[in-house]
């Protein structure tokens, strides 16, 4: 796609969005009103998101399964000590961590697992599980966000002399964060967290094939767009509206591009027509309008190759370790160090 694929809509609506509209994110040298990503993860959200986890052309998930499937007792033996700690960032399915936890097991390493999420039902459904196939292995779940978890381990975890600790943040969930977001995220996990010798595996989409990528983003089943358009959903649910009160789901539609340049997927919502949304927050009403093909922007996919990777180093403090890549070679699981 070119470039300016999004630019050509939001001008052609012939009005841009100013910054008294809300929340704007730049897209090229045009500003688009957006919705934070984290609305799409409400409790349908993180269901269907499951149901894309199972779709083949996401490949992403099959990709670093198959990773931890073949690499799980390497990865045991050189990068999780004993009476280590396991750290992860956001619990997902867990198919993939179970690998890495039979691994460990089978090396007779005993560790305490700690997983973090901003989902209570997330952590129950995940960890209960998991707490029965290994009893040998001690799992805590921190509810809350990154930076909440972040803080506590920094200030509540003591460590024993010995022990190490090796992070995990899979799924590519880096990508759903701008470049310099995700390098500011990953200093604060190495001030917070690490300390020499502890490493973060850290699983990361790589810059694909344009056909591919919106294959994945853009399934056929239309599982992405049920995902995509459940986030308008949700923020009709914040704000109070009954089912398509607010957004009818009739009068948006899910855009999805890849910016090959960039190296991103972009996705948005498109207003199908002109429309004035009215909401109440607070006994204080707010409108909304928006003109017939204007953009709302919803989620950045951001993907990495080795330039992009060095980059992520130099702007976080980490060092790279290691990379191990699935098969096709589409995406990789990286070893970063403090
Ligand atoms: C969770 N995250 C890494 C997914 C991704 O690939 O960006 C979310 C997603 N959005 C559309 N499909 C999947």
Not at 181 to 208: H, P, S, T, W, Y
């Amino acid at each position: 796609f070119p470039a300016s694929s999004a630019r050509f809509d939001a001008e052609q609506n012939g009005k841009r969005p100013t910054k008294e509209d809300g929340a704007m994110t730049p897209i090229q040298d045009v500003l688009v009103r957006s919705i934070p990503t984290l609305v799409l993860y409400d409790d349908n959200g993180l269901d269907i998101f499951n149901d894309i986890t199972h779709v083949d052309e996401y490949y992403i998930t099959n990709a670093e399964m198959q990773i931890f499937k073949d690499k799980s007792s390497e990865i045991a033996h050189t990068h999780v000590g004993n009476n280590g700690v396991l750290i992860e960032l956001g619990v997902g399915s867990m198919r993939k961590t179970r690998y890495l936890l039979d691994a460990i097991v089978s090396q007779n390493k005993s560790v305490t697992y700690y997983a973090l999420d901003l989902s209570a039902q997330s952590l129950t459904q995940s960890l209960q599980p998991l707490a029965l196939q290994f009893p040998s292995i001690k799992f805590v779940g921190l509810l809350g966000t990154y930076d909440d978890s972040l803080l506590y381990i920094k200030e509540h975890l003591t460590r024993d002399e010995n022990s190490t600790r090796t992070l995990l943040w899979l799924g590519t969930s880096i990508g759903n964060t701008t470049r310099e977001e995700a390098a500011e995220f990953l200093a604060r996990v190495k001030d917070c967290a690490m300390q020499e010798g502890d490493v973060l595996l850290c699983g990361i989409d790589r810059r694909n094939n344009a056909s591919v990528v919106k294959a994945a983003y853009d399934d056929p089943k239309g599982v992405t767009r049920a995902f995509i358009l459940n986030g308008l959903r949700h923020v009709e649910h914040i704000f109070g509206g009954e089912r398509d009160e607010l957004f009818p789901l009739s009068k948006f539609e899910y855009v999805s591009l890849y910016n090959a340049e960039l190296g991103r997927h972009e996705a948005y919502y498109r207003s199908l027509e002109q429309q004035r949304v009215e909401v109440d927050v607070d006994n204080t009403s707010h409108v909304f309008e928006f003109e017939e093909g204007e953009l709302i922007f919803i989620e950045y996919s951001i993907k990495y190759d080795g330039k992009d990777i060095k980059q992520l180093m130099d702007q976080s403090g980490l060092r790279w370790a290691k990379e191990w890549a699935d098969q096709t070679e589409r995406y990789s699981l990286h070893c970063f160090a403090k």
